[in-house]
Structures are given as structure tokens and as C-alpha cells.
């Protein structure tokens, strides 16, 4: 009989719904596991085929663990406020509840055909005002601790989206979403103060399974840098406070550097003699990203400001002061001491404007011909004091003499800054604050969650950069919680990234009207014990969710200091052309069409068959046709069927090293030689011309986790067990009947490959030499020359060196 994967696949699906067969239970006996995808961003467009990678990634090992008598908790939800929902509700006047109810819909039919085994019953939804109440609990429990702030200060404002990005969402200069220009302005902002966790965010990446890279990015985001902040005294009577991780090489500092929007120049305005050229260099400035103005290729420009100096601490020279753009007021103290001779941008800058380049760490090079920048290490040189010490012991030195005096101290400084978390948009999370001319900045009760969305005519954001929900006037206007006085709502909203900082907690407990999850369901699930996603989401996400984490285990709501006990990350599917699918290029591939034409189980296991896991690989219709092959094989092993009820010896190690080798690669996310183990086991099995049922029971175990459809109705077909295949239990196997007993090496001569010999696995070494001699090639190429070497490498070679006789 022909498989029909159109009968079978809803079939099934709906027989593991009717029985919740993949609902976890809260306070098993079993022993937990917690997968999680990432949840997905409900776009009109719906799924591609790129979707389904990761999805069915975990639910490989969601289904093997379950089999291994796991009580399994693989949830699914929506990812759904944010500005494409909003911008489609804007151009085609639909309300964004009613493009995410639609949005929602079709994603939920398209993962449903796929056979995937999430938990249903738990699904979650981050417009939701059920699940938003507990968004916006959060940020209020933030408030109360000082972490939340509003602040005046200048944005990165995207020109097309109309609202403000955080500078994780500027990249090379335009916004991350819609690659627009991204300008500066001055807002008042909510903030959130993610740099008190600095410390923590980086050091407790040694408590986490992380690929490095991933530990990588997360440090190198953070930015930890050890070093000093140093005074400058300047002829206008202030101090230039500069922090700098290499204090020793303050005798090379020949000039400063502020950036464009340091308060001290307007302070010094009267004593500028350039003042118009300065403002207009300022004018200029303001209109590129961080982005662009840190770039270290682009040409170097400034102006220095005639009318005052700086006093360099520890030699009392007088050094000129520019304002530059490269130097950003959010980073450090906005102000930088330049040492041309071991920085190429400052040897660069000094270069231009004519300024003196002193070398004080002696290297191979010229500095007045290229900074010499390997000085990590060296001994010190033209620095007074410090001449002839290494670079380490002149650090220590230089800061207890600026301790000692007064002018300086050890510091530890970050890149990271504070998350802008205002968006003057309305698909968006209310922020539950209001303004009192009295009080200031209040929070509303907690008995008054959620806050919720009032319905607006219009979602365009005002060019002023006001939110559209500053026009709600009878919703803005509210009385104040502590005085009762006349107050206004805040009308800007949540970003995007606030709903998914803490999602994995409601899944849970995602029914819980009293609190966000149950003391008991945080208790027992602990944490998430593997979590996947995309390298795009390694930096923000990660950092953002791990930081709400802390602060939540800080006040006593969840059990662990971090979120996600191990991650993964998986590389992209790409067109057939090998890029990025889109709909722009036309190599945009829908599953739904694969899903009918070949069947999910086909769909399921070319993605997890196509290339290693974690590295982007290339769409092939014509492999999806060779997956659709192995099903087709495996269900007509149903017409090779005898009884039986062992594993027969002839085929016996073959079974027992396919169950080690799936279990093991399932594990360790090599899902695409899983597969081909069991490619081989079933050539075996065809070659042997029979199999019985225990067998064929072992096999539709090991290949469920990746075609779960057609393996269940051949185990019901066949009755191959009691009960429906997803409850079975997975395979054991003997480690001993895993070990060949004989293995194929090869015989060399004179490095030269001469012979392949089947030899006994634990052949003694003369054996081995004889068996090779024994070999007709072998025996020829040796033939009248003298043996100099025999070399045996057990397992893999023989190899002999001969030269020829006297």
C-alpha cells in the first residue's frame, strides 16, 4: 500500500490533541526538561521554510526526551506587539488587534500541519492584557527599585518608524528594522538601569552552557575595560575628568579631545575665539549615527578650541583640546587623552592637525612614520618616573601616584549604557506612570493592571515625536495616586523587546490571574534547560531578558540567577541561489507547499538533514525528494515484516550502534548524521531482506523524533506496542555490541597507500605487520628494498618505510 501522508499526518495530530499527549505536567515525578524556541513575530507574510528549522530542532529533542520518560514542557506564543504590525494597520486602516488576531491565525495553522509538539494549552500572547498586566508589573517593581528613570537627553531617532531606538537597534548607521536614516534628538526618555548588572551579566556567564562565540558577543556588547580616570586641569579653571585603560602611557598624551555635546562648551563660550566654527562642527555632527562617527576608517575631523588648554597631570605641559566626533559624550566621561604614537586613530588625528607624537613605550617601529599599537606589553620609555618598567608595573605605579595626589584613581568602566525603553508608538505595552505637577513621576496601583490600550482612530506617530496615544486626551488625563490631584498618563509605550524579556516564566504558568507564575511552578521548572534561537538575537535579546531575570531573582521572584541554563543557535536556511530568503529576492520557499506536495515527516527531515545544524546552508528541492524516498522505504519495511521479538544476531550490532549514534547526536544538535545512521541501518535492513518486530518497533522509535507521523501508524498498523508511539520508551543500548569487531585500515608504503585490510579490532601489532606484508601490493613495493621503519597507528594506519638495498 502507498503512503498517503495527506490521511495520515492530520490524522495523528488530532489523536495527540484529543489525548494532550504533549501536555507537561507542573510537579511530575518524572524528572523535568524545559526546551524553548524562541517565539515568533506573527508577520503577515507567514512562514518559510527557514521557520521550521529550529522548531523542529527542539522538538527532535523534545520528543527523544519524553521517550526517556522526561515530563517535557516545549511551550509556544506570540511574539506580536511591535512597529511591522503597526505600519501594516497604518497603510491598510485595520486595527493592530485585528492584523495580530489574523497574523496569529495562519501562523498557528501552518506550525499545526507541521506535527510539532508544543504544549497548546499554554500558548501566550504579549498583546494580551492577561499577559501585558504582568509586563507592566515588572517595569513597575523596576520603578519602585530605582531601575526605571526618565531622562532628558539625546536619542537615536529613526526618520521612516518615527520613534526612538536604543543604540542596540542602530546598525552601520540606520535602523535595524527598516534601514532608514537614524538622527539625533533630544527626548525625555524612560530608562532602565541594565549598567548596575553590568558586573554580573558578564561574570555569571561562567554558570551558563553558552557557545563561546555567544559568551563572546555578550562580553564584547557589555564591554568590561579595566583602568583609570585621570584629572586634567584646564586654563578656564575646570577639570577635564578623562578615563583611560592605559595610564601609563599618560607622558605621550600630547592633546585631548571632548565630544561635540560636552556641557563645558557652552560653559566656556565666552572664552572660545572660534565659537561659530564649533557650533557649525557641532550642527554637523549631530546628524550622524554613534555608528558613523566611531567608525574607524573614516577620515578623521575635528576643531581645536582656541581660548583654552589642557594641563597634562603628570609633566605640567600645556596640550591643546578639539572637539571631535569620534568621542561620544555616552561613553566614559566624554572626554579622551590622546596618545598618537600607540593609537591608530589618535596617530591619525595628530597626523592631520600637525601634533606632537611621543613614543613611550618602546616598540620596533617609527611612530612618526605609523603608531606602534602592539604595546600591551614593553618597557616604558620618555615617562620620567616610569622609565625602564614594564607596561604592567608602570600601570600599577602611575595610579597610586595619582591616588596619592589626588588627581586620579583605578576605575572599571563599561560600553554598555542604559536601555532606552520609550517608543512614541502604539502597538506597544503602556507604560503605567503618570505625571503630577506635585508628586512627579508616579506609578499607578498594581490593582489597576493591566493598563490597558484605549482604541485610537489614528496610529501615525506625529512628526513632533509625540506617541498617538497623546492625542487620547480623556485617556491621558487621570488624577494622581498619591495627592488625587490633576495628572496625565506617560504616552509613550514598551519596546518590543519588553514582552519577550520574560516570556519563558509565564509559560510556566501562563493561566495565573495572581501573580506572574506560581511560587510552585518557578520552583519546579526551575529554569529553562535549553533555549534556541538565532545569532541575530544572541546580543539584545540575551542581554535584555538575562538582566530582568537578575533583577526578578533579586527580589525574590524566581530561583535562579540566570534564565537559560544552556543555548543553542542555528544558521539560516537560504534560497536555492544561497541568500537570504526574501520576498524582494523571489526565493522565498512556503512550507505549506511542501507540507502538501511531500508531508511534514519529509519537510521535518530534510531541514534537520540538510548540513550542520548550527551553519546557514542552501534550499534543494531535489533533496527534499530523497527524504520523501526514506519515508517511502521505511513504510514499506510493513511488507518485510516477520515476527520476532529480539534483535536477531546478524543484524544485532548494527542496531545497537544506530541507537548509541541517534541518542548521542540528538544531544549534541548533529541531526543530519543521525539521520544518515539511520539511512544505514535501513540499507542494512533491505539488504538482509527481512525484518521482524522488535526490529522494526527500535527503528520507528529512533526515526519518531524526526518523522513522528508515519512512524506512529506503522506502529499502530503493525501493533508493534501497547498504546500510541510518543509514549513508547526510547531504546538502550549495550556498549559492548557497539565495538566492531573488526576495522578497515590502511597499509602504506613509504606513505603511499598501497592496500585497505579488515583486520580484528584488537590485533596485536605484529599481526597487524603481517597481515599488511601479506598483501600482494604491498608485498611487490617492498620487494628487494630494505625495511627502515614499520609504524603501526592502532586503528588507523600501517605504514613502512623502505630504501632501497646496497
Known sequence: MKYNHKTVEPKWQKIWEDKGVFHSETNSDKPKFYSLIEFPYPSGQGLHVGHPR?????????????????????????????????????????????????????????????????????????????????????????????????????????????CVLANEEVVNGVCERCGSEVVHRVKSQWMLRITKYADRLIDDLDLVDYPERVKLQQKNWIGRSYGAEVEFDTTAGDKLVVYTTRPDTLYGATYMVVSPEHPYIEKWADQLKNLDEIKAYQHESAKKSDFERTEMNKDKTGVKLEGVTAINPVNGREIPIFISDYVLISYGTGAIMAVPAHDTRDWKFAKKFNLPIIEVVKGGEDVQKEAFTDCATGIMVNSDILNGLSVEDAKKKIVEVLTEKGIGHQKVNFKLRDWVFSRQRYWGEPIPIVKCEKCGYVPIPESELPLKLPMVESYEPTDTGESPLANMTDWVETTCPCCGGKAYRETDTM????????????????????????????????????????????????????????????????????????RTSHGMILGANGEKMSKSRGNVVNPDDIVDEYGADTLRMYEMFIGDFEKAAPWSTNSVRGCRKFIERFWNLQDMLIDGDTIRPEVEKDFHKTIKKV?????????????????????????????????????????????????????????????????????????????????????????????????????????????AKAEQKVADAINGMTIVKEIYIKGRLVNIVVKPQK
Not at 526 to 540: K, S
Open 54 to 162: 529550529p522548531y523542529t530542532a527542539l522538538d527532535t529533542v523534545s520528543r527523544k526526551r519524553r521517550l526517556q520518560g522526561y515530563n517535557v514542557l516545549y511551550p509556544i506564543g506570540w511574539d506580536a506587539f511591535g512597529l511591522p504590525t503597526e505600519n501594516y494597520a497604518i497603510k491598510n486602516h485595520i486595527h493592530p488587534e485585528i492584523v495580530t488576531k489574523n497574523n496569529i491565525a495562519r501562523f498557528k495553522k501552518q506550525i499545526r500541519s507541521l506535527g510539532i509538539s508544543f504544549d497548546w494549552s499554554r500558548e501566550i500572547n504579549t498583546t494580551d492584557p492577561d499577559y501585558y498586566k504582568w509586563t507592566q508589573w515588572i517595569f513597575l517593581q523596576l520603578f519602585k527599585h530605582d531601575l526605571a528613570y526618565k531622562k532628558e537627553m539625546a536619542v537615536n531617532w529613526c526618520t521612516s518608524c518615527k
Open 495 to 566: 519596546p518590543q523587546w519588553a514582552g519577550s524579556s520574560w516570556y519563558y516564566l509565564r509559560y510556566m504558568d501562563p493561566h495565573n490571574n495572581e501573580a506572574l507564575a506560581a511560587k510552585e511552578a518557578l520552583g519546579y521548572w526551575h529554569q529553562v534547560d535549553w533555549y534556541n534561537g538565532g545569532m541575530e538575537h544572541t546580543t539584545l535579546h540575551l542581554l535584555y531578558s538575562r538582566f530582568w531575570h537578575k533583577f526578578l531573582y533579586d527580589i525574590g521572584v524566581v530561583p535562579t540567577k540566570e534564565p537559560y541554563a544552556k
Open 663 to 771: 541518542g548521542g547526536d540528538i544531544e549534541n544538535i548533529k541531526f543530519n548524521t543521525a539521520i544518515a545512521a539511520l539511512m544505514a541501518l535501513i540499507n542494512t535492513i533491505y539488504a538482509n531482506g527481512k525484518i521482524n518486530k522488535k526490529e522494526l518497533s527500535v527503528f520507528a522509535i529512533l526515526l519518531n523524533p524526526f518523522a513522528p507521523h508515519v512512524t506512529e501508524e506503522v506502529w499502530e498498523a503493525c501493533g508493534l506496542g501497547d498504546g500510541i508511539l510518543a509514549e513508547a520508551q526510547w531504546p538502550e543500548y549495550d556498549e559492548n555490541k557497539c565495538v566492531d569487531d573488526t576495522i578497515e585500515i590502511v597499509a602504506q608504503v613509504n606513505g603511499k597507500i598501497k592496500a585497505k585490510l579488515n583486520i580484528a579490532a584488537d590485533a596485536a601489532q605484529e599481526d597487524v605487520l603481517a597481515q
